[in-house]
């Protein structure tokens, strides 16, 4: 099964911008692919930041953003705040109703 | 604004049937909007898809898991459930249940968690 790839772990400083990638194992992702991203603080529920590459969810800032970027999808954070620390994760849409998660990436504001 | 609960046994035996049901309010699971389905995480670890399920009974399950699971859905008591068979401790985790706008990979709403732990 191909593997969603995202960098364990990243760090920003308050105010800065961060851009947290999402690819494959094997060939690129695409809008096909549906690319979403989730946020997730410790003992909480994930909530989703955007789906369908580009979608911002329902109250989520306009500092966070989708896009593809070369041959992965991207998460870009503008402006970090302190509670912008958390797990992100990166979610494709693999096709005959298989969805795959990445591994996510633990996003450091220091 | 739909509302999820899971609920169903904490402990389960190694080889035994987890089963957890998802009581869905503020909204009617026969929606045609949505996808009903189940994610799970290890403690300490990452997401993973485990199935979904349309009102109709169209199914859609994980490879890795596509034996030993079953979803399913009960119109009449607006609730939906898990089945998965044959556990071992692999599959202790947080099972969430959740709700998929149809169409995307929108995960929505999202029930707390319940914490399934697989040990004899």
């Known amino acids: 099964q191909t593997v969603v790839t995202q960098e364990p772990s990243f760090s920003v400083s308050p105010g800065g911008t961060v851009t947290l990638t999402c690819g494959l194992s094997?060939?690129?992702?695409?809008?096909?692919?549906?690319p979403s991203w989730y946020q997730q603080t410790p003992g909480q529920a994930p909530r989703t930041l955007i789906y369908?590459?580009?979608t911002r969810s329902s109250g989520v800032p306009d500092r966070f953003s989708g896009s593809i970027l070369g041959n992965k999808a991207a998460l870009t954070i503008t402006g970090a705040q302190a509670d912008d620390e958390s797990d992100y994760y990166c979610?494709?849409?693999?096709?005959?109703?298989?969805?795959?998660f990445g591994g996510g990436t633990k996003l450091t504001v220091l | 604004q739909l509302q999820l609960q899971e609920s169903g046994p904490g402990l389960v035996k190694p080889s035994e049937t987890l089963s957890l049901t998802c009581t869905v309010s503020g909204g009617s699971i026969s929606s045609s909007s949505y996808y009903w389905g189940w994610i799970r995480q290890p403690p300490g670890k990452g997401l993973e898809w485990i199935g979904s399920i349309y009102y109709s009974g169209s199914t859609y399950y994980n490879p890795s898991l596509k034996s030993r699971v079953t979803i399913s859905v009960d119109t009449s008591k607006n609730q939906f459930s898990l089945k998965l068979s044959s556990v071992t401790a692999a599959d202790t985790a947080v099972y969430y249940c959740?709700?998929?706008?149809?169409?995307?990979?929108?995960?929505?709403?999202w029930g707390q968690g319940t914490l399934v732990t697989v040990s004899s």
């Open positions: 094997s060939g690129s992702v695409s809008t096909s692919y549906y």
């Open positions: 369908s590459t580009n």
């Open positions: 979610v494709l849409y693999m096709g005959s109703g298989n969805v795959v």
């Open positions: 959740v709700v998929k706008l149809l169409g995307t990979l929108n995960f929505d709403y």
